[in-house]
């Protein structure tokens, strides 16, 4: 189990961690992405810290519903009008870097599939 004292997503969502805010409420906080794959590359987390998509239960589906309000939101820009790719990764073989919940939200180009 991770000490939460040392999440790097906590600490970002509390602002102990500087960021480059997108957008922010008291469920979710979003900001750009360090390392941008596309033109537009932003992160959405839960301020509650959920380790994962395996995590998920009924507890926290309301939580990931109001995620994905907030990406339908904040996709509505020019930028994202062409589509838009949302994307979060479980576990290290897929991925994941960070034990905290977390969805990508990639756009500003057209997109490969498979993905990798």
Same mark, same amino acid.
């Given at each position: 189990?991770i000490?939460? !004292? ?5 600490k970002?969502? !509390?602002?102990?961690?500087? !960021? ?6 008291? +469920?979710?906080?979003a900001? +750009? ?7 537009? %590359?932003?992160?959405v987390?839960?301020?509650? %810290? ?8 009924? $507890?926290?589906?309301?939580?990931v519903a ?8 904040? +996709? $509505?820009?020019?930028?994202? $009008? ?5 994307? +979060? ?6 991925g994941q870097s960070?034990?905290?919940?977390h ?14």
């Amino acid at each position: 189990m991770i000490d939460l !004292s040392e999440c790097l997503f906590c600490k970002i969502a !509390s602002g102990e961690i500087p !960021s480059d805010c997108v957008y922010a409420d008291d +469920t979710v906080y979003a900001f +750009t992405d360090l390392s941008p794959q596309a033109p537009v %590359h932003f992160l959405v987390i839960p301020r509650q %810290h959920i380790a994962s998509a395996a995590d998920i239960g009924v $507890k926290e589906a309301e939580i990931v519903a109001h995620i994905f309000e907030v990406i339908a939101n904040l +996709t $509505k820009r020019p930028e994202c $009008k062409d589509g838009f790719r949302v994307i +979060t990764n479980c576990g290290p073989d897929a991925g994941q870097s960070v034990p905290h919940l977390h969805f990508h939200v990639l756009a500003g180009r057209k997109m490969a599939w498979p993905p990798g």
